[in-house]
């Protein structure tokens, strides 16, 4: 049982160190990386304060604290990736929108251009 | 382009992507068939020369600098020639697969119908199509029997990419048009807002270049997409019907 905390909290801290070590080199902007920092952080204090998973675990009705501490990774991992989800969604409406508007702006572009060759010079 | 001079006008939007063994031929045939008609070819980041053979053949290019898939390509030739403000748009294939000697008959049902939509149909006529493959007619079928609760009428051919759209559905798919695989969920789209479709048969070729973008494979990925699109479009409340 101990070896299991003992492996959670070092995940938690390696997860930590690697989205300061990307935020560092900016690998990720800072507004997506609080979901992972918040995820890790929740992760090393259930696997560090027993108390806390003990009354988390009531919560939920496991009663045991292996099962606690899955759901609970499930739970906050499943909402960090639904979250990246909606984001990625926004974004690729978003690059949709202007990748047409950019076609149509450069196609208008070009016809303007033309118009003014066939013109007469003033 | 030109920007559509009065009321009544319009363009046949052809989206493409690598169809250089047809581009050509098929706007040559679309100018010959209907005329000096605007022709508007939507090259979908092709990696061969569809984009110059079509201006050779006399046709307008709207370049997307990034694939976006078909439905991104229709929505953007749809966004044109909404602000070109032109009255109505038919959509063909680039492939050569759609006769464009059936564009008149697209275009007078939607002046005369009231439909937003005129879909150019293989089975509108009861037969059935001797280019399509098994697995497309199961298809096809599987489809005709979700739509039908949901449309409140039979739509004899969901999947026909050669439809024609007024001013109002153009309004509306400029702003909301599916990405992928796009037939389908489109009619749904339209259902939301009480629009109407008709279909008019029309007839079909085999493809004269190109490959076709549904594999065996994705046949699956396909019905389910379009399958859980459908949904979520029947589920998406709204609050404003357009009438």
Known sequence: MDRLF?????????????????????????????????????????????????????????????????????????????????????????????????????????TLDEKQKQAPAT | MIRASGPGQYLVLIPAFNEQEAIGSVIREVKDRVGDVPVLVVDDCSTDSTAALARIAGAEVLSLPFHLGLGGAVQAGYRLAYELDYDFVVRIDGDGQHDPAHIPEILAALKTSGC????????????????????????????????????????????????????????????????????????????RRAFQFLEVPVRMRPRRGGRSTITPLKSVYYILHVLLGVLVNVLRFERSRWR
């Open chain 1, 6 to 110: 003992a492996v959670t909290t070092a995940l938690s801290v390696m997860l930590i160190g690697l989205v300061l070590h990307s935020l560092r080199r900016s690998h990720i902007r800072v507004e997506y990386s609080v979901s992972w920092l918040l995820a890790g952080l929740l992760m090393f204090l259930v696997s560090v304060w027993k108390p806390i998973l003990a009354e988390m675990g009531q919560l939920l009705g496991t009663g045991d604290e292996r099962t606690t501490i899955f759901f609970i990774a499930f739970g906050v991992f499943t909402t960090v990736f639904y979250r990246f989800s909606i984001i990625i969604s926004k974004l690729k409406d978003s690059n949709i929108a202007l990748t047409q508007k950019l076609a149509i702006l450069e196609f208008q572009l070009r």
């Open chain 2, 116 to 191: 937003q939509m005129v879909i150019g149909s293989r089975f509108a006529n009861g037969n059935a199509h001797p280019h399509s493959s098994a697995i497309r007619a199961a298809g096809t079928r599987f489809f005709r029997l979700v739509l039908r609760p949901i449309l409140g009428k039979q739509v004899r051919d969901p999947t026909s990419g050669y439809v024609g759209v007024n001013r109002q559905a153009l309004d509306v798919f400029s702003r909301s048009f599916p990405l992928e695989y796009p037939e389908i969920e489109a009619l749904v789209v339209l259902q």
